[in-house]
């Protein structure tokens, strides 16, 4: 079958093929990204052809200055993470008939991270995140004899088989969409790699952990757009692991934050008007008394004016409120 | 630049940075040069598991034996004894470490069945045990703080005086060559699977590690001894683990059955892999294949086996076949998978040039001898990885730094400006590694004689020529990889010449070595190791080796 392939390449040098095109800028959050020049190819390949099996038959047969890192071929060793038709997927595993939109596959470094060379991009940010939640066993004391392993159960092992899953592609954190507008956000990769430490019973800084991710750039950071479950290649669903490490925090005893207080902001306006209580939920996230994070929201909140979307001044319960507080009741635990 | 450590380590795969790691907590200065991110090092892919006699009622002489067995007597007994006695508490040092290593009731290690082991002794994680130790041992290396070179491709070793003392490598990203220099180097680069097509392996698996010592005077043994794993999927060649034979699945030939019956009776499908694959290619050849391949049937293991034993390669078998392992069967034939051969080493992982140590794939200690044992790969990494980064840090404590080497880094600096100044030629690398590791796979695969051997050094011969005019099609300084595929393929080439002189020599059958002229076992005159050793202008010299027996005389061997 015949597949048309459109490369965003780029090269530091100015080195570019006369075909290659000038393309748009990227629309923000990405604007201050590096333009690439798009350049096309025709491949003919097999009918369950990938992505990647296209990007080598150029770089092999047609065109040898393109850069693309990969290695194994079958979505194993995590290095060819990119663009695929604008999102972040292993070209490994995209195959070329599921991905050829209008008689083409676009394919480019995502502009989310810096860009070497073509397909190669700047994963620094990505291992920095990785490193920064000390991904690596405290081990429990006494550790036992030399000979000897911990002994926990199966089931405590097989819940974290999820994250140890993760091939470290990048994928995630390239179409995570918090990361895009706070480049200090730890992201999903770095946050699953952290729920598989502090859930492993055999670490002994758990609490240290939980309090560390509750800060700034952590867990409740992530904004919920689920983009790491949608384009994580092993099922990893970091979303999940980032929703666990918060119910584990909480239980931890770190609430002091705007994380924790705009979630329990968010249940006690539920549980006692049946709604969203938007007026109130910023400062008691915030805090009442830090005047200088609420009056940062101001050029939003005139926006939201402009556009018909600021919330009602008065705010009222719903018809039958209640049965809201009596489901409340019946959950318990913390917003009981 | 040029940049100075104690000890350097080339490839972060499982044995280097488990080398790097060991030499680290000795105090001394180590860094690691590694073409790739140590996270896409083919470690990774080892899917079944790694093996240890900790389980009650095993021993280490069993897993020993089994080993010997496994290798058709030609591993070196002594060796084979470090890696079996030691295997128990390296499993238990990963466990500590972090790995999230499969559990029985009791909460202990558990574990499951492999070929040619006499009892279940492979301890796992689903089916990417490679991963889950790759990734916690990188976290170690983090967590020690391990200077890391990453994606700097090395392009020779630097030998002053007849001792290994650094390397000269390219900075992919700068594309700037550097000196490191160092009081000793571990080479740890890994396999050499692009030699042949197909392979399981990675296509960063190109044999850098044997060419760089052996061009540097180190010599390669038993390099004739080449693995095809008997599973590797139809068409695009990728593993699909021998857990899947562990856990219970069957091999089916176009007639339905299980033709393991008439060459391993009481093993079956969980016969050593040299064995496996000669009866599918037997199969195959005699009628009996569906196009070229044979079964893999799963099905009546169940759905909750396969998807939390075995999920890795149900997905792979869904994605590049779409077939579903859970309903159907899937198409598998022999594919080349792994080199037993590699650098000569002893046991502490010193070759025979001074100050350079090997481990790992790329070394022969030699622990799999004639064919490896599943789930021994992993083990060899790791104990042997520990052994070389000890004994080189110990080694370095007596040797004085280097000032020298600006000689090696102008040269090198020269070869590569000729080579990418070169026009084209219509020599890519492309064209020649396919048609090298084709060849390859026809005259030096599961069965070979003479004839074809021969033939297949008259065509190496051919392709060298025309490595010669070798030209590179891209023209920029900044992650230059056309430069690096071609600096590959010369390394394959000096790989595939070094198998197929060894194989020409080996006249019996012995493990992977399946000779159809001389189609016995000959302990008489071949029970013994092959080396080969480099020569500049002049053609490699071959010699011998004994074999370490201790406690263990070599018998006939049927599964």
Same mark, same amino acid.
């Given at each position: 079958?015949?597949?048309?392939?459109?490369?965003?390449?780029?090269?530091?040098?100015?080195?570019?093929?006369?075909?290659?095109?000038?393309?748009?800028?990227?629309?923000?959050?990405?604007?201050?990204?590096?333009?690439?020049?798009?350049?096309?190819?025709?491949?003919?390949?097999?009918?369950?052809?990938?992505?990647?099996?296209?990007?080598?038959?150029? &770089?092999?047969?047609?065109?040898?200055?393109?850069?693309?890192?990969?290695?194994? &071929?079958?979505?194993?060793?995590?290095?060819?993470?990119?663009?695929?038709?604008? #999102?972040?997927?292993?070209?490994?595993?995209?195959?070329?008939?599921?991905?050829?939109?209008?008689?083409?596959?676009?394919?480019?470094?995502?502009?989310?991270?810096?860009?070497?060379?073509?397909?190669?991009?700047?994963?620094?940010?990505?291992?920095?995140?990785?490193?920064?939640?000390?991904?690596?066993?405290?081990?429990?004391?006494?550790?036992?004899?030399?000979?000897?392993?911990?002994?926990?159960?199966?089931?405590?092992?097989?819940?974290?088989?999820?994250?140890?899953?993760?091939?470290?592609? !990048?994928?995630?954190?390239?179409?995570?969409?918090?990361?895009?507008? $706070?480049?200090?956000? %730890? +992201?999903?990769?770095?946050?699953?790699?952290?729920?598989?430490?502090?859930?492993?019973?055999?670490?002994?800084?758990?609490?240290?952990?939980?309090?560390?991710?509750?800060?700034?750039?952590?867990?409740? *950071?992530?904004?919920?757009?689920?983009?790491?479950?949608?384009?994580?290649?092993?099922?990893?669903?970091?979303?999940?692991?980032?929703?666990?490490?918060?119910?584990?925090?909480?239980?931890?005893?770190?609430?002091?934050?705007?994380?924790?207080?705009?979630?329990?902001?968010?249940?006690?306006?539920?549980?006692?008007?049946?709604?969203?209580?938007?007026?109130?939920?910023?400062?008691?996230?915030?805090?009442?008394?830090?005047?200088?994070?609420?009056?940062?929201?101001?050029?939003?909140?005139?926006?939201?004016?402009?556009?018909?979307?600021?919330?009602?001044? =008065?705010?009222?319960?719903?018809?039958?409120?209640?049965?809201?507080?009596?489901?409340?009741?019946?959950?318990?635990?913390?917003?009981? | 630049?040029?940049?100075?450590?104690?000890?350097?380590?080339?490839?972060?795969?499982?044995?280097?940075?488990?080398?790097?790691?060991?030499?680290?907590?000795?105090?001394?200065?180590?860094?690691?040069?590694?073409?790739?991110?140590?996270?896409?090092?083919?470690?990774?892919?080892?899917?079944?598991?790694?093996?240890?006699?900790?389980?009650?009622?095993?021993?280490?002489?069993?897993?020993?034996?089994?080993?010997?067995?496994?290798?058709?007597?030609?591993?070196?007994?002594?060796?084979?004894?470090?890696?079996? &006695?030691?295997?128990?508490?390296?499993?238990?040092?990963?466990?500590?470490?972090?790995?999230?290593?499969?559990? $029985?009731?009791?909460?202990?290690?558990?574990?499951?069945?492999?070929? +040619?082991?006499?009892?279940?002794?492979?301890?796992?994680?689903?089916?990417?045990?490679?991963?889950? %130790?790759?990734?916690?041992?990188?976290?170690?290396?983090?967590?020690?703080?391990?200077?890391?070179?990453?994606?700097?491709?090395?392009?020779?070793?630097?030998?002053? $005086?007849?001792?290994?003392?650094?390397?000269?490598?390219?900075?992919?990203?700068?594309?700037?060559?550097?000196?490191? &220099?160092?009081?000793?180097?571990? *080479?740890?680069?890994?396999?050499?699977?692009?030699?042949?097509?197909?392979?399981?392996?990675?296509?960063?698996?190109?044999?850098?590690?044997?060419?760089?010592?052996?061009?540097?005077?180190?010599?390669?043994? *038993?390099?004739?001894?080449?693995?095809? #794993?008997?599973?590797?999927?139809?068409?695009?060649?990728?593993?699909?683990?021998?857990?899947?034979?562990?856990?219970?699945?069957?091999?089916?030939?176009?007639?339905?059955?299980?033709?393991?019956?008439?060459?391993?009776?009481?093993?079956?499908?969980?016969?050593?892999?040299?064995?496996?694959? /000669?009866?599918?290619?037997?199969?195959?050849?005699?009628?009996?294949? =569906?196009?070229?391949?044979?079964?893999?049937?799963?099905?009546?293991?169940?759905?909750?086996?396969?998807?939390?034993?075995?999920?890795?390669?149900?997905?792979?078998?869904?994605?590049?076949?779409?077939?579903?392992?859970?309903?159907?069967?899937?198409?598998?034939?022999?594919?080349?998978?792994?080199?037993?051969?590699?650098?000569?080493?002893?046991?502490?992982?010193?070759?025979?040039?001074?100050?350079?140590?090997?481990?790992?794939?790329?070394?022969?200690?030699?622990?799999?001898?004639?064919?490896?044992?599943?789930? $021994?790969?992993?083990?060899?990494?790791?104990?042997? !990885?520990?052994?070389? !980064?000890?004994?080189?840090?110990?080694?370095?404590?007596?040797?004085?730094?280097?000032?020298?080497?600006?000689?090696? %880094?102008?040269?090198?600096?020269?070869?590569?400006?000729?080579?990418?100044?070169?026009?084209?030629?219509?020599?890519?690398?492309?064209?020649?590694?396919?048609?090298?590791?084709?060849?390859?796979?026809?005259?030096?695969?599961?069965?070979?004689?003479?004839?074809?051997?021969?033939?297949?050094?008259?065509?190496?011969? +051919?392709?060298?020529? /025309?490595?010669?005019?070798?030209? @590179?099609? *891209?023209?920029?300084?900044?992650?230059?990889?056309?430069?690096?595929?071609?600096?590959?393929?010369?390394?394959?080439?000096?790989?595939?010449?070094?198998?197929?002189?060894?194989?020409?020599?080996?006249?019996?059958? /012995?493990?992977?070595?399946?000779?159809?002229?001389?189609?016995?076992?000959?302990?008489?005159?071949?029970?013994?190791?092959?080396?080969?050793?480099? /020569?500049?202008?002049?053609?490699?010299?071959?010699?011998?080796?004994? @074999?370490?027996?201790?406690?263990?005389?070599?018998?006939?061997?049927?599964?």
């Amino acid at each position: 079958m015949q597949f048309t392939i459109e490369v965003g390449r780029y090269n530091p040098e100015g080195k570019y093929d006369e075909r290659a095109v000038a393309g748009k800028p990227y629309p923000p959050p990405w604007d201050k990204a590096a333009p690439r020049r798009y350049q096309t190819y025709t491949v003919d390949l097999p009918a369950h052809a990938v992505v990647l099996d296209a990007l080598i038959a150029i &770089r092999e047969y047609q065109d040898e200055s393109l850069a693309v890192r990969c290695a194994c &071929r079958s979505a194993i060793c995590g290095s060819c993470a990119m663009w695929v038709n604008g #999102h972040a997927h292993l070209a490994c595993k995209s195959k070329l008939t599921t991905f050829t939109k209008d008689g083409k596959t676009r394919v480019e470094a995502p502009p989310s991270m810096p860009v070497i060379r073509d397909l190669v991009a700047d994963m620094t940010p990505f291992w920095e995140k990785h490193r920064a939640v000390k991904p690596w066993l405290e081990a429990k004391q006494p550790e036992p004899p030399p000979m000897e392993e911990y002994r926990v159960p199966n089931a405590a092992m097989e819940e974290l088989i999820q994250e140890v899953s993760c091939i470290s592609c !990048g994928a995630c954190l390239m179409d995570c969409e918090s990361f895009a507008v $706070n480049p200090d956000f %730890l +992201g999903p990769q770095a946050l699953a790699q952290a729920y598989r430490y502090a859930g492993d019973p055999r670490d002994a800084e758990t609490k240290e952990r939980l309090g560390a991710y509750s800060g700034p750039g952590g867990i409740w *950071d992530c904004t919920h757009c689920y983009e790491c479950v949608t384009q994580c290649p092993k099922g990893v669903a970091p979303l999940e692991q980032i929703l666990k490490l918060r119910r584990l925090a909480v239980d931890a005893g770190f609430t002091n934050n705007a994380g924790t207080r705009h979630a329990d902001a968010f249940a006690d306006s539920v549980k006692h008007s049946g709604r969203l209580n938007e007026l109130t939920l910023l400062p008691r996230s915030v805090g009442f008394f830090n005047i200088l994070d609420q009056l940062k929201t101001l050029p939003s909140a005139f926006n939201m004016i402009r556009a018909g979307k600021f919330p009602p001044l =008065i705010h009222k319960s719903i018809p039958g409120v209640q049965r809201i507080k009596n489901i409340f009741a019946r959950v318990g635990g913390r917003f009981k | 630049m040029t940049i100075d450590h104690d000890v350097l380590v080339l490839g972060a795969g499982l044995a280097g940075m488990r080398a790097a790691l060991e030499a680290a907590r000795e105090g001394a200065d180590v860094a690691i040069v590694t073409k790739v991110h140590p996270i896409r090092s083919h470690s990774s892919a080892a899917q079944g598991g790694i093996n240890a006699a900790l389980g009650e009622g095993d021993t280490w002489e069993s897993h020993a034996f089994d080993t010997i067995k496994g290798s058709d007597y030609l591993a070196d007994q002594d060796a084979v004894e470090v890696m079996c &006695r030691e295997a128990p508490a390296d499993i238990v040092e990963f466990e500590h470490m972090g790995v999230i290593f499969y559990r $029985n009731e009791d909460g202990k290690l558990g574990t499951r069945a492999f070929g +040619g082991a006499s009892q279940a002794r492979t301890y796992f994680v689903g089916d990417i045990t490679g991963q889950a %130790l790759l990734v916690t041992l990188y976290d170690q290396i983090l967590k020690a703080g391990v200077k890391v070179y990453e994606e700097w491709f090395a392009t020779t070793l630097y030998v002053e $005086n007849g001792a290994c003392r650094g390397l000269v490598a390219l900075e992919m990203i700068t594309g700037e060559l550097h000196l490191v &220099r160092a009081k000793a180097v571990i *080479d740890a680069a890994g396999g050499l699977g692009r030699v042949f097509e197909p392979s399981t392996n990675a296509l960063i698996c190109t044999g850098d590690g044997y060419a760089l010592a052996y061009r540097a005077g180190a010599p390669l043994m *038993d390099m004739e001894m080449v693995q095809y #794993h008997p599973t590797t999927l139809a068409g695009s060649g990728f593993l699909m683990s021998e857990a899947a034979r562990g856990e219970g699945a069957y091999l089916l030939n176009s007639e339905g059955e299980r033709f393991m019956k008439r060459y391993a009776p009481n093993k079956m499908e969980l016969a050593a892999r040299d064995v496996c694959s /000669r009866s599918e290619v037997t199969e195959i050849a005699e009628g009996r294949g =569906i196009d070229g391949n044979v079964l893999l049937d799963c099905r009546h293991l169940g759905a909750d086996v396969i998807l939390k034993k075995l999920p890795q390669i149900h997905e792979m078998a869904l994605d590049y076949v779409g077939l579903d392992m859970i309903k159907d069967p899937i198409p598998v034939r022999p594919g080349m998978h792994y080199q037993m051969g590699g650098v000569k080493t002893d046991a502490s992982g010193a070759t025979r040039l001074p100050g350079l140590y090997a481990a790992g794939e790329v070394a022969c200690v030699s622990v799999h001898g004639g064919n490896r044992l599943g789930a $021994n790969s992993l083990l060899d990494t790791i104990v042997f !990885g520990r052994h070389s !980064g000890k004994a080189s840090a110990a080694f370095v404590k007596g040797v004085a730094a280097s000032r020298g080497g600006e000689n090696v %880094l102008q040269a090198e600096q020269a070869r590569l400006k000729e080579l990418l100044a070169r026009p084209y030629t219509g020599e890519t690398h492309a064209r020649l590694r396919l048609e090298l590791a084709t060849m390859m796979d026809k005259h030096c695969g599961v069965y070979r004689d003479e004839a074809g051997l021969t033939e297949a050094l008259r065509q190496l011969s +051919g392709l060298k020529a /025309r490595y010669e005019k070798i030209a @590179v099609g *891209d023209k920029s300084r900044i992650f230059n990889q056309a430069l690096t595929f071609a600096l590959e393929v010369g390394f394959m080439l000096d790989c595939a010449d070094a198998i197929v002189r060894s194989a020409l020599e080996r006249k019996e059958s /012995r493990g992977a070595q399946s000779r159809t002229d001389y189609p016995e076992r000959n302990d008489a005159e071949w029970l013994k190791h092959i080396l080969i050793t480099y /020569r500049t202008g002049k053609e490699p010299e071959l010699s011998y080796a004994p @074999v370490t027996i201790t406690q263990w005389k070599p018998e006939a061997r049927s599964y």
